[in-house]
Nanobody
Framework: LVNLVESGGGSVQSGGSLRLSCQAS????????WGWFRQRPGKEREGVAT???????TFADPVKGRFTISQDNAKNTLYLQMSSLKPEDTAVHYC????????????????WGQGIQVTVSS
């Protein structure tokens, strides 16, 4: 089992930055791919970015060039650095872990965090 806990969310003005963190605990070695997802008001959950064990990253088109994903394996922590934030980035953000690889971790995620709110005001 793997437990994922997000932190770093909050409210920011348009154009600002936030860094989300996802602390993993438990049997983290069983997972080779990690990702961030979000659910905007009235929308379905969507992928934001993923990173696999080879360091391959994938980003959704709306966040390319503005967001970066990284991980600190020694700390079992996944990060999402969000810059140039826009009101349309307002969403509950979730981290996820799975045993996939490559682009979007082959859409194979077995573990999810509880989610954290990010609100961007204009």
């Amino acid at each position: 089992l793997v437990n994922l806990v997000e932190s770093g969310g909050g409210s920011v003005q348009s154009g600002g930055s936030l860094r989300l963190s996802c602390q993993a605990s438990g049997n983290t070695g069983s997972n080779s791919c990690w990702g961030w997802f979000r659910q905007r008001p009235g929308k379905e959950r969507e992928g934001v970015a993923t990173i696999d064990s080879a360091g391959k990253t994938t980003f959704a088109d709306p966040v390319k060039g503005r967001f970066t994903i990284s991980q600190d394996n020694a700390k079992n922590t996944l990060y999402l650095q969000m810059s140039s934030l826009k009101p349309e980035d307002t969403a509950v953000h979730y981290c996820a872990a799975g045993a996939g690889s490559g682009s979007w971790c082959s859409n194979f995620f077995g573990y999810w965090g509880q989610g954290i709110q990010v609100t961007v005001s204009s």
